[in-house]
């Protein structure tokens, strides 16, 4: 099962318990085990914390008895601005509507349009697309929710683009292990996943079988309404794998 999916439903599964009083802040979560997606997933929220300011909830994700995936999921209120100040978005980047759709790993109906070519950041292999889902309703965790899901899917790829001769993206699953680990995404600004925003991620290090990731998602006006990491796995197989029983 997509990590991005399970961390999408651990915050809508936080943001039940608090009958969203609060936004969705942060979500840290590890992969411990893969699921299928023939048998259902059971979650369970344990609140650690719940004031007037901030909330804070473990929720363990489970499937046929076995453990899957445990995230931290933290939420507060909005205060008014003591200060503020944020990095720019990156210049230069064509709009979506000069881009062509593609197939990305995003929520079923979401608008996945990435920027061609493959761009070196500070000496890190680096890939930008614009992400939208029309339509989009419900409270402000279903649109973090829909946001967290299309910022897992693009750090293992990007971290191979500078590796093609030697390692082909196509064998993940076959020859390649790889997948995601950790993840973890801060909200740092309201925002409407109706609209169109960047999502930009580096990939910063690639060694010991694993790759470590970065990004960053702005909106079309410039402010930074997410940042997020990732821990991914990236190796040799053991042994032969059939993607179609994993």
Not at 70 to 92: F, K, S, T, Y
Not at 164 to 190: E, N, P
Request: charged fraction near 20%; aromatic fraction near 6%; include cysteine.
């Amino acid at each position: 099962v997509y990590s991005g999916q399970l961390l999408a439903q651990m915050m809508m599964a936080s943001d039940a318990a608090a009958e969203s009083r609060k936004r969705v802040r942060s979500v840290h979560a590890v992969f411990s085990r893969a699921g299928t997606y023939t048998q259902p997933i059971d979650l369970q929220v344990d609140s650690m914390h719940a004031g007037r300011t901030w909330a804070s909830d473990t929720v363990t994700a489970r499937q046929s008895g076995r453990l899957l995936s445990r995230g931290l999921v933290l939420l507060d209120v909005e205060d008014q601005d003591l200060m503020r100040h944020e990095p720019p978005m990156p210049a230069r980047v064509p709009g979506p509507e000069d881009l062509a759709p593609s197939a990305g790993l995003v929520f079923p109906g979401a608008q996945w349009r990435p920027v061609p070519g493959d761009a070196i950041a500070d000496g890190r292999p680096t890939a930008m697309a614009w992400h939208r889902c029309a339509g989009a309703g419900g409270s402000s965790a279903a649109h973090r929710a829909v946001l967290a899901w299309a910022t897992c899917g693009d750090v293992i790829a990007t971290g191979m683009r500078p590796h093609r001769s030697s390692v082909d993206i196509g064998q993940a699953h076959r020859t390649l292990s790889t997948g995601v680990i950790a993840h973890t995404i801060h909200f740092t600004d309201d925002l409407d996943v109706g609209d169109w925003h960047l999502v930009v991620v580096s990939a910063d290090k690639a060694g010991g079988g694993r790759i470590f990731g970065t990004g960053q998602v702005f909106d079309r006006g410039g402010r930074l309404v997410a940042a997020f990491a990732q821990d991914a796995m990236a190796k040799q197989a053991d042994r032969q794998l059939d993607p179609n029983t994993l």
